[in-house]
């Protein structure tokens, strides 16, 4: 009886070092994936969405507030309205921009909006269906 319980005990150690091994392995090739692969940044992202998927031009507008946004920013017209988007690394730094502009315009009501660390000012005020589209290219 002895050596059958032994015999079990070394399969089941063997089974429990081969699961290990196996977790091992996974656990390894997750953090070199992580390593070698690194995500696409916010801006090719969108630059990537508004000029192939929603077929818009981007324009070569110059806006120094949106320009200081530390992920870049990007200018297109949506339906007539032109729209500059700005990337911040943070919300704090998107808070700061949206108070940029307000120092420098005022309110801009209709005009202006943050979305989690992305900026939009627009020309005019935005109709739904124009901010729907940056919307659909968002990515932070």
Known sequence: MNSVADWE??????????????????????????????????????????TREKLLELTTATDP???????????TRVEGNGVHAAIARST????RLVDLYRSVAGELVGRLERRGKVVYLWEGVSTPTQRQTMYDCHYD
């Open 65 to 75: 507030i949106a320009a200081s946004a530390g992920r870049g920013w990007v200018a």
């Open 92 to 95: 704090s730094e998107a808070e």
């Open 9 to 50: 005990w070394r399969y089941l150690r063997l089974a429990l070092v081969t699961v290990a091994a196996i977790v091992a392995v996974q656990i390894g090739g997750w953090l070199v994936y992580r390593v070698v692969h690194e995500e696409t940044p916010p801006l090719a992202e969108t630059i990537r969405c508004l």
